[in-house]
């Protein structure tokens, strides 16, 4: 770069100038040198952004001065650029940032979540929804879903829904696995771009089998109960309608049919009760009063009461007590309500002429009680020991021995596990019959 | 209410496993007329049915050892009790569809808590009918 250059006074200069230049920057500044005179030495350093005269000022200062202008408006338009690219390169950056959590979000989800575009290609798949469908959701990024999916009921409802164009829709499907088939909520929702084209699909599954059982258990209670609430009423009214016919010709029958109602309502409030106990346990309601309580007495006091409905079947009841300290803290209407609920159950389901025996021990070394009720009755299948606590569960094979809620046991589980701090435990042999039993810590002996 | 003496005399077998519901219509159609026999499973009132031959049949549904409805299946697999109608006391009327109850020829449902003279009624009812038919 040279040439003459005017001054602002007028005056001619030599001018002589050297763009400085680097590989990687391109230019970074200019050497320049002018002489009418004076000799005057510049380099103007783009990066330290600062000039630096070497020197003595000559006349051509204003020559100086106009290059300068020029090579500031090249900074300037340089450092404007150089900012738009690290504005876009931060953007770019937060873009792949926000892209990253957002799939980090889906792939967090525990339901199954699948999108993909209007050709059905898959372009994210989380990794629920790969163990779902058996595939490596990584590898199947871009493949379309009926190439990785095999389960035809799914692939067909994402179509569907793409090609009616359904802005939201819900499915309920069923899916085999291994372990048995498992329901799932299938919400589709489709993805419109600006012109309101469809441009993708996504779904979430959300598995709903225990809903689903619980839902099926919900019913089967109502079911249930209805008809327990259903049998003590239809005697209720149909006797109270033969007294008020006068089909009770003489004073015996009419004083039977009192009766009958009477212990007709009396049953009828304890399945409401029973209803209600586990309701206000389970919602830590129920009004607990404790105080020392003797398992003895307990014992005998239920057995007493039992004996007459066994004596129906013509089942014996034996009641067994060590005569040691077996005092616990507990509310005694509650702990005689477990026990009476075993020895019912017992009698229940023992066949006529079988035995019931209920008795008791002190493990000392542990500071427990513990309270044995051991049937000669139909006993409980293996696969169903387990579940017998459970509230609303009936053992299928027993359903035609007896009639039940599936309230009781699961009461005697909410007394003493809940209320008392004990356990409850079952051991049972299908056809020779079942162990229920208790355990509740020993209470602390009185000091005389 | 339409006098039908014929009726009186009638077999009639109640099944239940509530001993008082059986008691109850026991008593409401003995005292109408009505030869009264009772079982209180499905599987007992299957073996009487096939031995008395009942002019009629009313029976719980959800029993032990044998449901009303398997003892129904039963009966109408069986020439000599086919043709034996059913009246079906139920707390559960819902459980059974129509499909079944037609398939099983079952003439009424009625629902427990329910009423004795509404019972007595159809059993009059269904009687009526068998004796047109035939």
């Not at chain 1, 017998?388 to 009639?403: E, H, I, M, Q, T």
Request: glycine share 6%; net charge negative; aromatic share 6%.
């Amino acid at each position: 770069m040279g040439g003459a250059v005017s001054s602002c006074a007028g005056m001619v200069c030599a001018f002589a100038g050297v763009p400085i230049f680097t590989a990687a920057a391109g230019i970074i500044g200019i050497a320049a040198a002018v002489t009418a005179g004076y000799a005057y030495t510049c380099i103007w350093n783009k990066v330290e952004k600062v000039s630096v005269k070497l020197g003595v000022p000559c006349g051509a200062g204003g020559a100086l001065a106009s290059i300068e202008n020029v090579i500031e408006r090249e900074k300037v338009q340089v450092d404007k650029l150089r900012s738009e690219v690290d504005q876009l390169n931060i953007q770019i950056m937060l873009s792949q940032r926000q892209r990253r959590n957002t799939e980090e979000i889906i792939y967090s989800i525990r339901d199954a979540v699948i999108v993909i575009d209007e050709g059905e290609q898959i372009l994210l798949a989380n990794d629920t929804l790969g163990e779902l469908f058996d595939f490596d959701p990584q590898a199947g990024k871009g493949k379309t879903v009926g190439q990785v999916i095999k389960c035809p009921e799914f692939t067909n409802i994402l179509r569907q829904s793409k090609d009616s164009k359904t802005r939201h829709s819900k499915h309920d499907i069923t899916i085999s696995k291994p372990d048995g088939a498992r329901i799932f909520s299938c919400i589709i929702s489709c993805i419109y771009d600006e012109k309101h084209n469809i441009c993708g699909v996504v779904s979430v599954l959300h598995d709903v089998t225990r809903e689903k059982e619980i839902s099926q258990m919900k019913n089967e209670f109502v079911s249930h109960v209805s008809h327990e609430l259903k049998t003590p009423l239809a005697s209720i009214t149909a006797y109270a309608e033969m007294l008020a016919d006068g089909e009770a010709s003489d004073e015996a029958t009419r004083t039977e049919f009192y009766s009958i109602i009477q212990s007709q309502a009396q049953r009828l409030n304890r399945l409401i009760e029973d209803i209600l106990n586990i309701s206000r346990i389970e919602s830590g309601l129920v009004k607990i009063s404790k105080e020392p309580v003797s398992i003895t007495l307990v014992i005998r006091d239920s057995a007493e009461m039992i004996k007459s409905y066994a004596a129906e079947k013509n089942i014996t009841v034996h009641a067994q007590t060590p005569i040691v300290f077996d005092q616990v803290m507990a509310d005694k209407d509650m702990i005689s309500q477990v026990v009476i609920n075993l020895l019912s159950n017992a009698v229940k389901y023992t066949p006529a002429g079988g035995q019931v025996s209920i008795s008791s021990e002190v493990n000392e070394m542990d500071n427990i009680v513990r309270v044995l009720v051991t049937d000669t009755g139909v006993g409980i299948p293996v696969d169903e020991v387990e579940r017998v606590f459970d509230k609303f569960y009936r053992v299928k094979a027993n359903n035609k021995v007896a009639k039940g809620t599936g309230l009781g046991l699961n009461l005697v589980k909410q007394i003493v596990e809940k209320v008392h701090d004990g356990r409850v435990f079952v051991s049972s042999k299908q056809g020779q019959g079942s162990t229920f039993g208790f355990e509740l810590p020993l209470g602390v002996r009185q000091s005389s | 209410m339409i006098e039908r003496p014929f009726m009186t005399g009638k077999k009639v077998l109640v099944v239940d496993d509530e001993i008082h519901i059986v008691h109850v219509v026991a008593i409401k159609l003995r005292n109408n007329g009505y030869e009264v026999l009772t079982a209180e499973n499905g599987c007992e009132g299957y073996k009487i049915a096939c031995q008395e031959k009942p002019d009629i049949i009313v029976t719980d549904f959800q029993m032990p050892a044998m449901t009303g409805l398997e003892m129904i299946e039963a009966l109408r697999k069986n020439n000599e009790t086919a043709v034996i109608p059913v009246i079906m006391l139920t707390a559960r009327g819902f459980a059974i569809e129509d499909k079944q109850k037609e398939s099983l020829r079952i003439s009424d449902c009625l629902s427990k808590p329910f009423s004795p003279k509404e019972l007595l009624r159809t059993v009059e009812d269904v009687l009526h009918e068998a004796v047109v038919m035939q």
